[in-house]
């Protein structure tokens, strides 16, 4: 078992300190993070702990799983890595035009918004 533990359920007040405060009864704490929103800067409910000793982290996750936690029960669970994305879908990029067709494209465009005067076919 790894020593990255996940912690979810958290309530929106908790904090890193709180967390960090509240595995430290099972052992050192090497780091405690709780994921924020970017533009609000309220939590997003879960975070990351980090214990000294794989034996740390499994004491941490059967006493503190189930747990509550500012009136809130948590779920501790071994962290898995972050699975991959599929890149985002990018209308833009599967429209590539060859530049010729552009051009004409662009000279279409161009003629049809403003065209131009008509030529006079007889001398004057």
């Known amino acids: 078992m790894g020593n990255k533990l996940y912690v979810g359920n958290l309530p ?10 509240a595995f430290s009864a099972y052992g050192s704490v090497n780091s405690a993070k709780v994921m924020m929103e970017r533009d609000t800067g309220r939590s997003k409910g879960f975070g990351f702990v980090e214990m000294g000793s794989d034996a740390e982290a499994q004491a941490a996750v059967e006493g503190m799983n189930g747990q509550s936690l500012g009136g809130r029960s948590l779920v501790v669970n071994e962290a898995r890595p972050m699975e991959a994305r599929p890149p985002p879908y990018r209308w833009w990029r599967l429209r590539r ?3 010729r067709w552009r051009r004409l494209w662009w000279r279409w465009r161009q003629r049809r918004w403003f065209p131009q005067p008509l030529r006079r076919r007889w001398p004057s």
């Open 12 to 21: 929106y007040t908790v904090r890193d300190e709180d967390l960090q405060q």
């Open 97 to 99: 035009w060859p530049q």
